[in-house]
Structure formats: structure tokens, C-alpha cells
């Protein structure tokens, strides 16, 4: 059974059809990348998975659970940690307070534990210094750093990243991908909304490719930018499109 299971989902608002019929397994297993144009359903599906939005037809199940069903909301998102393009970090609490209160109030973490563990996670994304700080003293690019490091303190078994780096200028964005490949190094499982086609040939296992709310491509990364690319006259200008 895959982790993730995307089972002919059908997505729409009002009159927009944004998944058609989706379906996709994600396993856990590595870094996928979701590439496509703008527009095309790439945070739907996303949105979805994560049950902040809800499905027409289909069905999504994250380990066995169905997304449709409302008892099984808080495990699938306590599984799948999700960071989005910008993320606010709870302004009236510090850094530090950020990160323990989830594992607190949702898993019962003591208040020592709690903390002992968001050092740990702070540490690892190179923020230690900053658990005293809030939000608006942080740089874009540390602000992702901890939300990630926020997420981790769930331990996701697969973290959702959506377009985590499009709102960092290039030098935070550097930062935000350098943690991310230590994390896939270190087997965290992710599933990345990105246009960094740099860090997608390093680290990407596979990469899928939608349009218009169908999946156009689904290949390895290797593949992908050999053989679809040759192929692939859509796929291909779409990269020559954002640069690559
Ligand atoms: N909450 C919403 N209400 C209405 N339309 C939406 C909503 N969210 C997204 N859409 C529309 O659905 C389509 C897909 O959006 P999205 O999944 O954000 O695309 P992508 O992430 O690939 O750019 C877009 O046309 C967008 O305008
Ligand atoms: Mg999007």
C-alpha cells in the first residue's frame, strides 16, 4: 500500500473542473517534485491530501485513512506536515514557543520534552540563536527555515512543500533548498511544489508533471529531463519558460 494514495479525484470550483479524475500513489520513500503551469492544480492537489480542501469524487487515503471521512483530519495532517509559500509563525510567541505548541496541545508532549525537541529541530536548521525571537524578526528565508523545523516537530511522515522558496530572493531561497537537501538526505520524505529545477535534478527521486489538472508526466528525475524533455515539446518549452 502506498502512504499516499490519490484515487480518481475530481476537484471543482463552482465551474472550474481543477482535478480531473486525478489519481496518484506517492510512497515513502524520497523527494517528489510537482512541476506544471500556474494554475493547473498543483496546491489543490496539495490542499486536498492535507484535507484543507475538500474532494467532489474520488478519494484520498493517507496511510489507509480517507480524507472524506472527518475523525481521520487530525492524523493525516499530524502525518502529513505541510509549508506553504509564505508562512506566519504565530506572532504573539516566540520561536521556540512556535514549535512546542503543537506537540503540547496535540500530542501530549511535556513542556521539557517539547522543548528539548525544538532545539533539536532549531539546531538542525541552523536557527538556535533565534528561539527567543518572533516573526517579524526573522528574514523570509529563517522564517521558512523554522516553519519547516515547526513541522518536523510532528514527525511527518511525509512533509507537503509549496513553493516554499518563490517568496525568497535568491540567496534565502539557496538557504531554504540547502536545508531541504540535508533533510532528503536524511530520508525525510517530501513531496515539493517547486520551480528550482536546479535542486530537482540533485534531489528529486521523481517528478511529475501536470497540466491543466491531469498528470501529463510521472517519471525519474533522470528520465524526466533526458528522455520527456526530448519528447515532450510542452514539457520542454515549459522549462526553456522558467529558465532552465
Ligand atoms: N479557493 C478557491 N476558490 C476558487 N478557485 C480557486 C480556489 N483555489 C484555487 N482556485 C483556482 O483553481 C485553479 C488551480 O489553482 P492552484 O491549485 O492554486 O494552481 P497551482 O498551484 O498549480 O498554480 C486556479 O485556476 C485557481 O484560480
Ligand atoms: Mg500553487
Known amino acids: 500500500m502506498a502512504m499516499i494514495e490519490v484515487k480518481n479525484v475530481t476537484k471543482s470550483y463552482g465551474d472550474l473542473t481543477v482535478l480531473k479524475n486525478f489519481s496518484v500513489d506517492f510512497d515513502q520513500t524520497g523527494v517528489t517534485v510537482l512541476i506544471g503551469p ?3 492544480g498543483k496546491s489543490t492537489l496539495l490542499r486536498c491530501i492535507n484535507g484543507l480542501e ?3 469524487d474520488g478519494d484520498i487515503l493517507v496511510n ?3 480524507v472524506r471521512q472527518k475523525k481521520n483530519l487530525k492524523p493525516i495532517r499530524l502525518e502529513c506536515g505541510m509549508v506553504f509559500q509564505q508562512t506566519v509563525l504565530f506572532p504573539q510567541m ?8 503543537s506537540p503540547i496541545k496535540l500530542q501530549g ?3 521539557a520534552e517539547a522543548e528539548e525537541k525544538a532545539r533539536f529541530y532549531l539546531d538542525k536548521v541552523g536557527l538556535l540563536s533565534k ?9 523570509g528565508g529563517e522564517q521558512q527555515r523554522i516553519a519547516i523545523a ?4 510532528m514527525n511527518p511522515k511525509a512533509l507537503l512543500l509549496d513553493e516554499v522558496t518563490s517568496a525568497l530572493d535568491p540567496e534565502m ?3 531554504v533548498l540547502k536545508l531541504l537537501e540535508s533533510l532528503a538526505a536524511e530520508g525525510v520524505c517530501m513531496l515539493c511544489v517547486t520551480h528550482e529545477m536546479q535542486f530537482a535534478r540533485h534531489v528529486a527521486s521523481r517528478i511529475l508533471f501536470m497540466e491543466k489538472g491531469s498528470l501529463a508526466s510521472d517519471t525519474s528525475a533522470e528520465e524526466f529531463f533526458t528522455t520527456v524533455r526530448q519528447n515532450n515539446e510542452r514539457i520542454n518549452k515549459f522549462l526553456q519558460f522558467i529558465g532552465e
Open 173 to 175: 531561497t539557496s538557504e
Open 94 to 101: 516566540d520561536v521556540l514557543h512556535n514549535l512546542t505548541m
Open 150 to 153: 515547526r513541522a518536523l516537530m
Open 38 to 40: 500556474s494554475g493547473t
Open 109 to 111: 508532549v511535556s513542556k
Open 64 to 66: 489507509g485513512r480517507s
Open 131 to 139: 528561539e527567543k525571537s518572533r516573526h517579524n524578526e526573522l528574514s
Open 54 to 56: 475538500t474532494i467532489d
